[in-house]
């Protein structure tokens, strides 16, 4: 018997729930689930052939991002943001990311860069690979660390909890056509101007990082309402 064997259950059920939270996000954005659906429990765990337990957390997860909400007493219904609700968020996030970007440039030291040098490498990797999912991982973790060298608590979970309410928005802009390449481009610029300390730059590289993300989106949903309108 393995040493897996004894304990498999628990990393399987998180992995399983990640799994569907995911794929549920793309059905929502591209129209399978539009706003006002009902998302029924019983037949989304018949058709993942999973028990309900980890659909139930693939829909706190979705929660989370603002995509589903609980009517009481009536089950879970998609909630999908208005695309000017999503272009404000985006617009709060690049301000948020700026600040944190100029703190990040000047309480950083050599071995702060140095673990944002190797988390962007790790982009690069995956952007080598052609693997927008996993693309989309790493650059969660790139901008996480930025929020975290900013040195200032308050405003990481500030940047945290907006950032977790635009993934889904920000993972799906990634699969437009030389996006990828754009953003690890973008994320060079960021990386240098932390490094040598020039806040200014560093805000302004976030600013408009972000702010390309929220217009890539923008031109993402135009043209799934177009596909879908044809």
Do not use: W
Not at 8 to 27: H, K, M, N, V
Not at 131 to 152: K, P
């Amino acid at each position: 018997m393995t040493p897996n064997t004894h304990h498999p259950d628990p990393a399987d059920g998180r992995s399983r729930a990640d799994r569907i939270a995911a794929l549920l996000e793309e059905q929502i954005l591209t129209g399978r689930f539009p706003p006002g659906t009902r998302l029924d429990e019983a037949s989304l765990a018949e058709e993942h052939k999973v028990s309900r337990t980890p659909i139930r957390e693939a829909f706190q997860r979705l929660a989370l991002s603002g995509l589903v909400e609980h009517a009481p007493r009536r089950g879970i219904f998609v909630r999908q943001a208005t695309a000017v609700e999503i272009m404000e968020m985006f617009e709060v996030m690049a301000e948020l990311e700026a600040v944190c970007g100029r703190l990040a440039a000047l309480r950083s030291r050599e071995a702060d860069v140095e673990k944002l040098r190797a988390a962007n490498l790790l982009c690069h990797a995956a952007l080598e690979a052609g693997d927008a999912d996993a693309y989309y991982a790493e650059n969660g973790t790139f901008h996480h660390l930025i929020y975290a060298l900013s040195g200032n608590r308050f405003l990481e979970q500030e940047a945290s909890r907006l950032h977790r309410r635009l993934k889904p928005y920000r993972r799906m802009q990634l699969y437009l056509r030389g996006r990828l390449a754009q953003s690890m481009e973008e994320h060079e610029t960021i990386v240098a101007a932390i490094s040598a300390g020039d806040a200014a730059e560093a805000a302004e590289q976030l600013r408009r990082h972000v702010a390309v993300q929220g217009e890539k989106f923008h031109h993402l949903l135009t043209q799934l309402r177009l596909d879908g309108a044809g």
